[in-house]
């Protein structure tokens, strides 16, 4: 296979990054893009522009019931039945609401981040074989954080941290015990901390999402306080 | 005070699909189930293979989400382009002409509505739409053959009745035209 130049490369630049030039045709630019940082860049820049097309088709209301068949769909598998006795309400409560699933990053995201490429969300299958082959953490969602909520050693819940002067965290959290007030205050690496507001939990389950700056060099970590102050659980960003 | 569901931010939503929480799947999906089935609808134009369209985009967003990164574009943005890939694989494997004559040009008349008639245009889109609009129809044609149905260059051309350099040039050129004028308009806000 012979090599293709930048300017063979800009003939086909538009099909390659809308995803509809030929295989072999593909093979060869992903080949160039690999080692040429500027049709690169050039081809994000183009995807970009593909995404925007889609933008223009008209949103459609869905088959009556479609909201309830695809929600169906999004719930972790349930959990194996325990051969122990029935738990108690609280704990059986926790089995039913298997949240906090471990992020799948590992090979899903290796696959993902592949497929989406680079630049444009269009730009997927236009370059779906460029290598090389990314860090699934590294490239994951990179600018979240996140952090477990930890209670006496057990996981309790999960926080999410976007950055940005608009940026927003959001937390969910299962203490198994309803708290009709609970504060979350966020902790700065000089000492400093930030009262996010006030939240209940209805049969000690709930979530959360609030917007504040946040600071990802600064931003420690999150916790959870009663009105008295004691600590219910705390997170840590790494 | 925290935001309730409805109006918390798109990025949050996607997170929160992690845990498993029924509310929020709820609150994720009626959020874009819209623009989603809007997508896969207008490129497959059967209900019931649009609906397993939309249906496989929200379980890819999903089991993906932890893949999602804001700085290549909005959560609406990667499910539009999710639920495009699956259209475009469903057709291409179930019909051997991708796209109905009639269907392109309501589809075209679509895309290039001003928005004086396109109530809800966005104003991002309505740049886009108004690009769209300006390009002479023949590449405005081979734009959306090639944009949203995902036909090759040699199909368009077989579709047109025109040489493959013809298509190729007509792709190319449109895509550049909405290229340059994007990009003066953001240079200039």
Redesign the interface.
Known sequence: MSEMTCEQLR?L???L??????ARERARAVAHLDQCPGCREHIE??A????????????????VG??S???A????PAPDPAPAPAPAPAARRWLL?????R???AA??A???V??G?????A??AIQASAPPPS?TA??????L?AALVTGGREVG?V?A?PGARG?V?M?VDLEKPMPEISCVLDHKDGTMTRL???SLQDGYG?????TDVNATTLAGARLLTPEGSVLASAHFA | MGLPLGRAPDEALLSGLATGDPEIAVAFVRRFQRTVFGVAIAVVGDAQLAEDIAQQTFERAWRHAQVYDSRRGSVRTWLTAIAHHLAIDAVRARRANPVAPEDLDALLDIVTQTPEQHAVAAETSAGVRAAVATLPREQARALVMAGIYGLTAQQIADMEHVPLGTAKTRIRTAMHKLRRTLGAEESLR
Do not use: K
């Not at chain 1, 609401?97 to 699933?101: E, F, G, I, K, T």
């Not at chain 1, 490239?139 to 979240?144: E, H, I, K, S, T």
């Not at chain 1, 979530?207 to 917007?211: E, K, L, M, R, S």
């Open positions: 003939e630049d538009a099909e990054a809308l995803g509809i030039l030929p820049q183009l970009l522009v593909g995404d925007d097309l889609l933008g223009l088709l008209p949103g459609t209301e869905p088959p479609f909201e068949r695809v929600t769909l999004l719930q972790p609401r298997p949240r906090l699933l992020p799948r990053v899903a995201a696959a993902l981040a497929a989406c680079f630049g444009g969300w269009a997927g299958t699934p490239r994951a969602n990179a600018q979240l996140q999960r999410f976007h927003w959001y969910s507001g006030t939240f979530y959360w999402v609030a917007t």
